[in-house]
């Protein structure tokens, strides 16, 4: 168990919610919270483990649970890491760098955004476990080769292309609250005039959706992957997957891992809820590449619905940054520890002892359906 300065025992991701909104200012938490227009699909992602009914077997001889799992030659000690997230500076001093730290304690993979706010060698420094660097399609592509350069350099293990934001979401409590980067928090592995509008709060609305609409690239094709692909001999992996149709050219076009994944509910408001689409991706991929999943994991029971529907690791978007708030790099320490202890313990009581154990037998079949919730 995990007790911060707060005192109080911080026993799941929601105690670190709370403990989160308590010291994080009200713009900064809507940006963390939020999701795109009516937020149907951020609500979608939870309540979509809520309708999962697991299958425990009993007398199975399982006195403990294994929940390591190796990707692209990296061992973890869980298969529960942090997905990309901007500017960790927003919540704590030190940023990506504790970040990297908690990630380290905990043994998981930490996916580095390419907005974070502190530098990728920082980071890496920082770091004793598994980094991958997370990029978007900049229309200066030059940017883009210089940070898959530097990730290489500084040792990280993939690159992670996101590929559901041709443009973003619209974030409504972001342009009701003017959001803008303020202080002296940036996206310091950026040159400075390619993010300068996402520090403009004059022109009210929300200061992220003007940058991204000035320097994303929404013309991206499948075609253009071999782009990337040449800047780098890291594996590329892609995010953002949610039909079968995505899963199969993904595949096609030499994909190492994909993720499926609706950005945390921040990007189509009414798409499918991240769970309820893995089940057919994870069909359509047949095995060729690993299947990663995040959207709306919050306990070791939803990480293990998402396994055995098919993911190999299953990623935490807002909850290490709960932890971070709440504790630093000790908070998100706390986090992953304490899913994975989740997991572990759902594990034995359901009879499964490691993680390919965990397959479809270990939900009930209106758990696949891939419901409407
Ligand atoms: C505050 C915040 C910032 C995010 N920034 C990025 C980002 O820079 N790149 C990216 O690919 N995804 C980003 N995401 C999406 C996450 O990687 C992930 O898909 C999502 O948060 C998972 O859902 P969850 O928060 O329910 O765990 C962000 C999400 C949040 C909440
Ligand atoms: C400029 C995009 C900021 C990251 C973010 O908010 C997201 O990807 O959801």
């Known amino acids: ?12 991701a929601s105690d670190y919610r709370r403990s989160a909104q308590r010291l994080v200012g009200s713009d900064v938490w809507d940006f963390i919270e939020g999701g795109a227009e009516d937020e149907r699909t951020l609500a979608a992602n939870l309540r979509a483990f809520d ?15 294994d929940t390591t799992v190796s990707l692209f030659g990296t ?23 504790a970040t990297a730290r908690g990630a380290g304690r905990a043994g998981a993979l930490f996916v580095v955004g390419m907005f974070a706010s502190r ?7 920082a770091a004793s476990s598994g980094l991958w660097l997370q990029l978007y399609w900049l229309r200066r592509r030059d940017v883009m080769r210089d940070l898959a350069e530097r990730a290489e350099r500084s040792g990280y293990g993939a690159i992670m292309l996101t590929v559901d934001v041709p443009r973003m979401g619209r974030r409504w409590r972001d ?76 595949v096609a076009h030499g994909a190492d891992a994909i993720v499926v994944s609706n950005h945390g509910g921040r990007q189509l408001d009414g798409a499918v809820a ?3 689409a893995l089940a057919e991706v994870a069909d359509a991929v ?4 690993p299947v990663l999943f995040d959207g709306g994991v919050r306990r070791g029971a939803d990480a293990l619905a998402a396994l055995a529907l098919g993911a190999r690791m299953v990623l935490l978007g807002r909850p290490p940054l709960w932890g971070l708030a709440a504790g630093g790099a000790d908070g998100v320490a706390g986090v992953l520890r304490t899913a994975t202890e989740e997991l572990a313990h759902a594990m034995v009581l359901a009879g499964r002892a490691a993680l390919p154990d965990l397959d479809r037998t270990a939900l009930r079949p209106t758990s696949l359906a891939g419901g409407d919730a």
């Open 1 to 12: 168990m995990t007790q911060l300065q707060t005192g109080t025992p911080l026993l799941t």
């Open 51 to 65: 309708r999962v009914r697991l299958r425990p077997r009993v007398l199975a001889g399982v006195p403990d649970a």
């Open 75 to 97: 061992a973890y000690a869980t298969p529960i890491g942090i997905a990309p997230t901007a500017y960790h500076r927003l919540v704590d001093a030190e940023g990506e760098v």
């Open 119 to 125: 530098t990728i060698e920082d980071i890496a420094a």
């Open 175 to 250: 342009m009701r609250n003017g959001f803008a980067i303020g202080g002296d928090v940036a996206a310091v592995n950026i040159e400075p005039a390619v993010m300068a509008e996402a520090h403009r709060r004059d022109e009210g609305g929300s200061a992220l959706a003007r940058h991204t609409a000035g320097s994303f690239d929404p013309s991206l094709s499948w075609a253009d992957l071999a782009w990337l692909r040449d800047c780098t001999r890291l594996p590329l992996v892609l995010k953002g997957i949610l039909t079968a149709e995505d899963a199969a050219l993904a």
């Open 274 to 276: 991240s769970l309820d």
């Open 286 to 289: 047949g095995g060729a590449c």
